[in-house]
């Protein structure tokens, strides 16, 4: 074995160093059994994108009705595009991992990444 | 006529005497040129040996003896068998030199004993869990590498601390032949007895549950191990 200089931590301190080292572990399961970090993106990219395209063609689409019928038939195409995703999920045949993750976590995620990356380019300005 | 032939006596004398200091230096003069060149030398090899090094690259991925999930030593419990490093790398094969320095990069190699915070301690858990590197060929089995292994009949270190940093750590290089060359490098966990006297224990069910990030891995082909 090798020379480490060890000390040894508190029960504490151990646990907590535990805590980190299962996350990075997390990390790096998601990199090997799932996908690297580019291709992680491009499905984040792909998605934003995919929302954003077919939020436009709604908005475009609402924006000129002028009765209940033509609602529904503007929000036809998107409702058709994504009931296969939402019943896999409502089946649990996919999960996201938001939900895994827990929606309280996930907006103050959200929240706070936000507020102190845009707090930073404030205070650079 | 007794002071001249003093004098003549004495010139003689000092003649041989810068015949010899002459001859010294000349003497002086070329074992130092003789040791400059063995010293240009030995540090033109030296560079060369460091220099010369056949890397392959790893992507850092923490890992742990629970992702890694490696299958028990049959003939061993205290031991699991060989796995080879999962990676993303794209840069992992290497042709290594058999019984030449290898070093693994790791920014973390970190062990424990859960034992330590048990009442009575060590009452349970007596082990700590450690790591042990191989290069070996890409389809190398378990037992192929055991084997290869224990031809070279010499002590296989193993590595983890209860300290989170970088270290460089020995390998073992070893070819199974017949087999394609591209070689990667294997882990195994092993584990120690933290208590003497104690008798070993089941590698997955004791000693915790180590973890472990690689950079890189360097083979020295003139470099002995």
């Known amino acids: 074995m090798t020379d480490f200089n060890e000390q040894i931590p508190t029960k504490e301190v151990f646990l907590q160093k535990q805590q980190e080292n299962n996350k990075l572990v997390a990390r790096g399961e998601i990199s090997i059994n799932v996908a690297d970090t580019p291709s992680l993106l491009g499905t984040t990219s792909d998605s934003i994108h995919l929302v954003l395209f077919e939020l436009a063609k709604l908005c475009e689409s609402l924006n000129k009705v002028t009765t209940l019928a033509e609602v529904r038939s503007s929000a036809k195409p998107l409702t058709d595009l994504l009931s296969g995703f939402s019943a896999k999920v409502n089946r649990r045949e996919v999960k996201l991992p938001y939900q895994a993750k827990g929606i309280d976590q996930v907006i103050f995620d959200i929240e706070n990444r936000a507020t102190s990356v845009a707090k930073i380019l404030t205070d650079n300005n | ?225």
């Open chain 2, 1 to 225: 006529m007794a002071l001249e032939q003093d004098i003549a006596e004495l010139v003689t004398a000092s003649n041989n005497l810068t015949q010899v200091v002459d001859d010294k230096v000349q003497l002086i003069d070329s074992k130092v040129t003789n040791a400059e060149t063995k010293i240009n030398s030995a540090i033109l090899n030296f560079a060369n040996s460091h220099s010369s090094q056949i890397i392959s690259y790893y992507d850092n991925a923490r890992h742990s003896q629970t992702s890694i999930n490696p299958e028990i030593d049959p003939l061993d419990e205290t031991k699991t068998k060989w796995k080879a490093l999962p990676t993303t790398g794209t840069a992992v094969h290497m042709y290594p030199s058999v019984g030449q320095l290898t070093k693994v990069h790791s920014t973390n190699c970190y062990s424990y004993h859960p034992g330590h915070y048990e009442d009575p301690k060590h009452s349970n858990d007596h082990s700590c869990t450690y790591v042990q590197f191989v290069l070996a060929n890409d389809s190398a089995t378990s037992e192929q590498i055991n084997t290869q292994l224990a031809l070279q009949n010499s002590n296989h270190a193993y590595y983890g601390g209860w300290w989170d940093g970088t270290g460089v750590f020995d390998a073992k290089v070893i070819r199974v032949p017949g087999q394609h060359p591209y070689s990667r490098l294997f882990i195994r966990y092993i584990n120690r007895v933290i208590v003497e006297g104690k008798a070993p224990q089941n590698v997955i069910n004791f000693g915790g549950n180590p973890t472990l990030s690689v950079t890189k891995v360097i083979n020295y082909p003139h470099i002995k191990a």
